[in-house]
């Protein structure tokens, strides 16, 4: 059995060292690569880190598998098996930390046996620790944290993201939920441009609800957790059971307010995570 605290003790370390690369490196050039399109960017800050947090934690752990954004890149699997496995975004936020937007989080989440047991957020750039273990609660800098008790969608703030998928048919159906959601009316939509610090303002109170179609398992198993932990409800944008691969995802401060998005939300599929490469 792995030791759960070593763990999380690792994963804080770890990223707090990741953190400070990342600091650094805003302060230099920063030379910009394309992945799949024109806005799917990538930096070289990315790769470095995605390498310093896997070498750091295979000597530690040397049996422990490695779900990581920049690897999955570079062509590996990205399955979930039972075995103990750590998943890594280095950067969460690639786009603001290319622009020097001052939100940008380095997240780590380990499962076991599928399950997150593990979930590290470090928004790198407010110096904000989000931390969770299953059944342990979640916290930040120390502090522990709870959700909103806010049940009326229209006293709420919700928070999204438009995705790096600019096809007119994706497009569209993201427009469409947004508007249905802006016209409910809420207060507010917001959108803090990483997927990993949206869901830690969910389970800080300060935002209702995240949701978002087109993230990755990387994006969100650490800050899964964390919203969890802090009494939050996760689940897919068609109301069903979280799915980590299917790359859609609503985390809310409780159901009546995430059943009210499932309602509001033009549902699409993107390919999974863990479906194979397609043939060229
Ligand atoms: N194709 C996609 N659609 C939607 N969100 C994506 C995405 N690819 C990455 N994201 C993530 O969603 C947020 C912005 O939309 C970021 O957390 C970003 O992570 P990244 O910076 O690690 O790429
Ligand atoms: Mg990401
Ligand atoms: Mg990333």
């Known amino acids: 059995m792995a030791n759960l605290q070593s763990i999380m003790d690792h994963a804080v370390a770890v990223a707090r060292k990741a953190g400070e690369v990342v600091r650094e490196a805003l302060s230099d050039d920063r030379k910009v690569m394309m992945k799949s399109s024109a806005v799917d960017l990538v930096t070289q800050t990315d790769q470095k880190v995605e390498q310093l947090i896997i070498q750091s934690v295979k000597e530690k752990f040397p049996s422990h598998r490695f779900i990581g954004e920049e690897s999955v890149a570079a062509g590996e699997a990205c399955v979930l098996t039972d075995d103990p496995t750590w998943i890594i975004d280095p950067i969460d936020g690639t786009t603001n930390f290319v622009h020097a937007f001052p939100f940008v989080a380095i997240s780590i989440g380990f499962a076991m046996n599928k399950q997150v047991e593990v979930g590290v957020v470090y928004s790198c750039l407010e110096d904000k620790m989000f931390t969770a273990r299953r059944g342990k609660g979640a916290f930040c800098n120390g502090e522990p944290l709870a ?134």
């Open 147 to 280: 959700v909103s008790d806010q049940t009326d969608i229209q006293q709420s703030i919700i928070s999204t993201e438009f995705g790096a998928n600019r096809d007119p048919e994706a497009v569209d159906k993201i427009f469409c939920s947004l508007r249905n959601i802006l016209s409910l009316p809420v207060h507010g939509v917001r959108g803090a441009g990483t997927a990993a610090i949206n869901m830690c303002l969910v389970a800080s109170g300060c935002v209702e609800g995240y949701y978002e179609i087109g993230v990755h398992v990387w994006d969100i198993a650490a800050g899964s957790l964390v919203v969890s932990e802090a009494g939050g409800v996760l689940m897919d944008v068609d109301g069903g059971e979280l799915d980590l691969m299917s790359r859609r995802i609503i985390a809310a401060n409780n159901r009546s307010i995430a059943e009210r998005l499932v309602k509001e939300i033009t549902p699409f599929r993107p390919p999974r995570d863990d479906s194979p490469p397609q043939k060229l």
